[in-house]
């Protein structure tokens, strides 16, 4: 699956208003110290405060927040206001969760272990984040006046919380598909629950609709939890109409005190993926994967590119084999189907004939069926025929078998045979053949 870097999901994350306002200082101090308060988890709010704001010149900005996991994959998580004094007040933020970001294309969430968070003042019209930022007055405010902060090493404290979504892959809309919480919502009191069935967006196809470019989600149901977070499973109708691709099903929770929270998102495919009959070569197999889903797959080739459908398939050897088809988007697998042949061919290809500068009898043959053989070299004198060598060649293998003697001047009749594995079959005949030695 892809990681993105990425802006936050949780709607409304802003500075929060009160006495607990960071104060300007002036820039040239040492790097302002940023502090957390609340665990550290994907998909839970937590506070960020530090002892400086952005500076006493920097006029009205925002201060953005980012976060650096582990896999050093950075992403945006919020930001907070900062008024014409350059204070900002403690900000809510959240770390990411798996499922759509800000443009509904799914994301992984941050990655487990020892992480870093970042603060950095912007001004309004400041698009690259660096360089002179602007108060409004005639000249620009030189960057080294706003402050700079210490990166805060952070270690991620489990992971967000989890829910089902069954069936994954649903033929068609007018289906339902049901949402079980695995875990509680976070935090204390009773919350509401939305649930959600959101179509995703490809960097090639992106989600276009109403307002910020995002569809409104295909589906939506309410739930209430208990004091303890707990809430009973759902139940989503898919409209009839709805396009065959990749989606993903989310569940955020709301409590009265503004604390948000979101579940990791599950994966929906809508379509169908089918298989075709293989077809048995004296290679391998050869296999047609189509159907109604038209999200591009990976795992219809060897090198697992992704390809829409219908998608063609070959791989070789003997069998069986595993197949596995999953959405190129999300990583969810569509279809898990082991696919064999009744009989594996056999097949030598017999490449060149001759003697050799010792006068021996020579064929190079190769094995291009699926199964391991046994390659045989025989000289004939009229209806008797002799080994002379034999090899056991893997699939694809070649080798050269030699053997015999050929007098100087004289012509000698040999055969390349096919021995497949079992005592019971019959050593086959591949090619017979004439080979000449000169006198010199």
């Not at 945006?76 to 809510?92: F, L, Q, R, Y």
């Not at 990166?151 to 289906?175: H, K, M, Y």
């Not at 298989?275 to 999200?295: A, E, L, M, R």
Request: proline letters at 7%; a negative charge.
């Amino acid at each position: 699956m892809i990681r993105r870097v990425i802006g936050t999901t949780l709607a409304g994350l802003c500075a929060l208003a009160g006495p607990m306002a960071v104060s300007a200082q002036a820039a040239d101090t040492p790097d302002a110290l940023l502090t957390v308060s609340g665990s550290v988890r994907p998909g839970v709010s937590f506070t960020v405060n530090s002892d400086r704001g952005c500076g006493s010149e920097a006029g009205a900005a925002t201060v953005d927040f980012s976060f650096t996991d582990s896999q050093e994959a950075s992403f945006t998580i919020g930001s907070a206001n900062v008024d014409e004094d350059g204070n900002w007040s403690p900000a809510t933020v959240q770390l990411p969760v798996t499922g759509p970001d800000d443009s509904n294309a799914w994301q992984d969430a941050v990655a487990s272990g020892a992480g870093h968070l970042d603060a950095e003042c912007l001004t309004s019209d400041d698009s690259g984040g660096s360089g002179a930022r602007s108060t409004g007055a005639d000249d620009p405010i030189d960057p080294t006046e706003l402050t700079t902060y210490a990166s805060l090493p952070i270690t991620l404290t489990g992971t967000a919380a989890q829910l089902t979504a069954s069936p994954a892959l649903v033929s068609a809309g007018g289906s339902s598909v049901t949402v079980t919480p695995t875990d509680a919502c976070p935090g204390t009191g009773i919350a509401d629950v939305a649930v959600s069935v959101v179509e995703l967006s490809t960097g090639d196809d992106p989600v276009d609709g109403a307002g910020d470019g995002v569809n409104p989600p295909l589906a939506t149901q309410p739930a209430t939890t208990t004091a303890d977070g707990k809430w009973a499973p759902v139940s989503l109708a898919l409209p009839a109409d709805a396009d065959t691709g990749d989606y993903a099903v989310t569940a955020t929770c709301s409590h009265d005190d503004g604390d948000v929270s979101s579940y990791d998102a599950k994966p929906l495919a809508i379509g169908t993926v089918t298989v075709g009959q293989p077809s048995c070569t004296t290679s391998g197999i050869k296999v047609t994967v189509s159907g109604t889903y038209t999200g591009d797959i990976a795992g219809a080739t060897e090198d697992d590119d992704s390809l829409p459908l219908p998608a063609k398939m070959t791989h070789p050897g003997n069998g069986p084999w595993s197949l596995k088809i999953s959405s190129a988007t999300t990583g969810q697998v569509l279809l898990a189907q082991t696919l064999t042949c009744d009989l594996p061919p056999y097949k030598l290809n017999v490449l060149k004939t001759g003697v050799s500068a010792k006068g021996q009898i020579q064929a190079k043959v190769c094995n291009v069926g699926r199964g391991p053989v046994t390659a045989i070299l025989q000289t004939v004198k009229g209806q008797h025929a002799v080994t002379i060598d034999q090899e056991s060649l893997a699939s694809t293998a070649c080798t050269v078998l030699s053997g015999g003697q050929v007098r100087r001047g004289a012509d000698a009749k040999a055969q390349v045979l096919l021995d497949p594995p079992g005592s019971s079959t019959e050593p086959k005949l591949v090619q017979k053949f004439t080979v000449h030695r000169n006198k010199h």
